[in-house]
């Protein structure tokens, strides 16, 4: 779910007027070996039920690394620094604060320079506009400026952006204290490690090889299981370990249903724990080289920045995850190297849904199937219709109560009887503009937010002639952010320079 090459030269393209497909490696405009490469049927098997293709034969055995170039190549990169002269078998024995520091502080580069790179291409730049405009961003509403329209680089109105770097940085911050802990017990003779990868060639070119099978394999099992296994309303005491798990831990990185790069790794530090065994797990119980645990670890880290973009074709290709985000019980794999999602009747075809809107999966599915509370979009979906002053003041009759709030207008008919502070008020402000009134009570108990809470789906229009400020959208949560982030990179600098 990486971007790659191909993901930047179409974008750039895109920027350029160019809308032809990019289906090359490189970006170029017909597969690597000539546009009819994947008609060439061969033979049907389990891994493609619908028939191989000479495209599958180098998907399965090349194209699934090549797909991943990135993320390769920071491994050998990181190799390279750290482990290729071999004098961290003695340095490593010990926790120092300068070789600890070190490999904190190449990981939280990484962070910075790869998210915030595709943040910006996809979200920051010119390019934003294009990729609306012409359908390829999957959920049009900007998620993190939804009025403006222009995101930020580190803040944003919604606080989601906030919230994104926070648990990002947590989560490359668990992995680099794992690569650490996995380089001190080799060091030290505790688990099986071998210096030389081309000792034993064959064994160590196959579990470089198997490294995308397993990763995706793994993923769909973690993730499965941070999911309801039965039903979503459960919890320990049901035995639904699934759902108990969702709702204390994974519904965290799905409150980015409308997902963006730095979603990908935005999760509780918990599921941070399970996600990374499957870099933590294998050198438990079998002896690998640095590069097979270097591999596994960044694949995690550097996949979900491209797979959570929220974009389609030519600038990403994870629309199935894109529906996971936005649907929940569906396409909780990848489809690679076998689509289990089939299998279990849980997968969802994102060009079959945007045309026709059917989610052809099982009874399951479609029971636990459910919309985000998105209360941004039912904001400016409301705003589309607009009335006046005077109109809003013929809605003031038992059974037909209207306010404005901030310029929204709020039909409070069903909750007048509801109201915690009792219907007078409610009454004498009817067909009237109430910003100031509800101001002066509720700034401080929870502001405009106490609208969704109690009265959901009841903003019906905004006011023509409104001059006012724009609604607060969400009473948003602070995270530290970049605040966070940034001390943490200073932090492990000042240990790498203590350290020389």
Known sequence: MTFGIRHVVGGLALRRGDTAQRQGFFGTKQPLFGADWQQWKLCSSLLEPDGWTMNDVWTYTWGAHASHALDLGVTLLCYWLFYSSGSWLVECREWRIGWVSSIF???????????????????????YGTLVKRGIKHNPTNQYEPQSDEAGMLTSSTGQLER????????????????????????????????????YPVYSLFLMWFVAYWREIHFYCAHRGMHPWWDRENGLLSGDIGAFLYRHVHSLHHKSYNPGPWSGLSMHPVEHFFYYSCATLPPLFISVHPLHFLYTKFHAD???????????????GSDYHYLHHAKFECNYGVPFPVNLDKIFGTWVDWEIYKKTGEMNVNAWSKQQMHDPDDKVTSLLKAGQRQISMEELATHSKPGDYFIALYGQVIDISNF????????????????????QKFESIHAGSGGFDLVSKWCPESIVA???????????????RKYPGSLMLWPAVALFAAGVASGL
């Open 416 to 435: 007048i009887s509801k109201h915690p502070g009792g219907e007078k008020i409610l009454v004498a402000n009817a067909g009237k503009d109430a910003t």
């Open 105 to 127: 502080l190449f990981n939280l580069a990484c962070e910075v320079i790869i998210c915030n790179f595709w943040h910006y291409f996809n979200y920051v730049s010119d390019l």
């Open 462 to 476: 905004s006011l023509s002639d409104w001059k006012g400020p724009a609604p607060p959208l969400l009473a948003v």
């Open 164 to 199: 994104e770097i926070t648990f990002t940085t947590l989560g490359w911050l668990q992995s680099a204290l794992w690569q650490c802990i996995f380089t001190n017990l080799w060091a030290k003779g505790a688990l099986p490690i071998y210096a030389n990868f081309f000792e």
């Open 302 to 316: 550097i996949a979900p920045i491209g797979g959570h973009s929220g974009m389609d074709e030519p600038v990403a």
